[in-house]
């Protein structure tokens, strides 16, 4: 069982930077593939960002350049640095995970993970 809780969320002017956190207990970083995905009122989940256990990683397209996910196994807490952030970047973050590993055309699909956290709200103005 993994618990996943996020943190860093907040307001910030277009351009600017922030560091979302997601803490993991109950399993560590081996054998688990994790992602972070935003959603806004009346829209699908969508995939923002995957990393698997071996470290590599894939980007929506929207996001590609811009954001950046990390994880750091001593902490158990996976990471996404978002720079040039722009209004349509608001949404709630979440980040998920699953054991396994993922593919190019499935890390994007919410029913590909199992374990969820909170969420964490972005808003950035213009």
């Known amino acids: 069982v993994v618990q996943l809780v996020e943190s860093g969320g907040g307001s910030v002017q277009a351009g600017g930077s922030l560091r979302l956190s997601c803490a993991a207990s109950?399993?560590?970083?081996?054998?688990?593939?994790m992602g972070w995905f935003r959603q806004t009122p009346g829209k699908e989940r969508e995939g923002v960002a995957v990393i698997e256990a071996d470290g590599s990683t894939r980007y929506a397209g929207s996001v590609e350049g811009r954001f950046t996910i990390s994880q750091d196994s001593a902490k158990n807490t996976l990471y996404l640095q978002m720079n040039s952030l722009k209004p349509e970047d608001t949404a709630m973050y979440y980040c998920a995970a699953q054991y396994g590993r993922t593919s190019w055309w499935s890390w994007q699909l919410p029913n590909k993970y199992k374990y969820w956290g909170q969420g964490t709200q972005v808003t950035v103005s213009s």
């Open positions: 109950g399993n560590t970083f081996s054998n688990v593939y």
